[in-house]
């Protein structure tokens, strides 16, 4: 697609619940960022899948996060047992960068998906 | 990770040129200097990023110091569309991939 796409742009969920957000990549990007903003905050880092696998998931906040990326193009960011403290925008971000090292890295950001636990 | 260090926030005039200052005096050699913004309700957007010489796109100009452990951007002339959180971010070269790290950001308000 032209931009990244991300579902549902606004999720209510009650507490204890599971969530599903769904981030479509631009077509021919594979590197795919997670990232999550708090109101007030600057995005913070999650997840980061070069391809089909996870890079770098140092920043996923405990096991109740989880994201797959099977295909290489749609990822899933999965949460379990949703808590309060995870209302926030979690935004999805991809780049054409196909190398770890070489050169800079110039991030397409979606317009999130905003999650709300009461 | 490097840090970078930006004011809180900065008002400037409609058409008037805007220099958003960042220090990041901890970067190492291979980190390049970005820059996104972000517009209310919206995803951050890049803007620009230069490693060690002044760089120009349509939107904005970076300068970046001979020791590059400062940078400025700068909006040639400011619009009301340009009010919006300027991220300054080191991306660091790494075995485990090169993703950005944001900080808080300076708030640009724009008086018409």
């Known amino acids: 697609g032209a931009g990244v796409s991300q579902t549902p742009s606004n999720k209510v969920t009650e507490k204890g619940k599971y969530v599903e957000l769904r981030c479509d990549p631009i077509s021919g990007h594979t590197a795919l960022y997670w990232y999550r903003q708090s109101l007030g905050q600057g995005p913070e880092f999650l997840i980061y899948f070069q391809g089909t696998g996870a890079a770098d998931d140092s920043g996923l906040p405990n096991d109740r996060f989880f994201a797959v990326r099977p295909e290489g193009s749609v990822s899933t960011l999965k949460i379990q047992r949703t808590e309060r403290g995870d209302s926030a925008v979690y935004l999805c971000?991809?780049?054409?960068?196909?190398?770890?090292?070489?050169?800079?890295?110039?991030?397409?950001f979606g317009a999130g998906s905003r999650l709300t636990v009461l | 990770d490097a840090k970078t260090t930006q004011p809180n926030s900065m008002e400037s005039n409609e058409e008037e040129p805007v220099h958003l200052p960042c220090n990041h005096s901890t970067i190492s050699g291979t980190d390049y200097i970005h820059w996104y913004r972000q517009l209310p309700s919206q995803g951050p957007e890049y803007v620009i990023h230069g490693l060690t010489s002044n760089v120009n796109n349509r939107m904005a100009s970076l300068a970046i110091a001979e020791d590059r452990k400062s940078s400025t951007l700068i909006l040639h002339r400011a619009t009301l569309r340009d009010a919006a959180v300027y991220y300054c971010i080191l991306q660091k070269q790494s075995p485990r991939g090169s993703k950005l790290t944001f900080g808080k950001g300076i708030t640009l308000s724009v008086r018409p």
């Open positions: 971000a991809s780049s054409l960068k196909p190398s770890l090292y070489s050169g800079a890295n110039v991030l397409t």
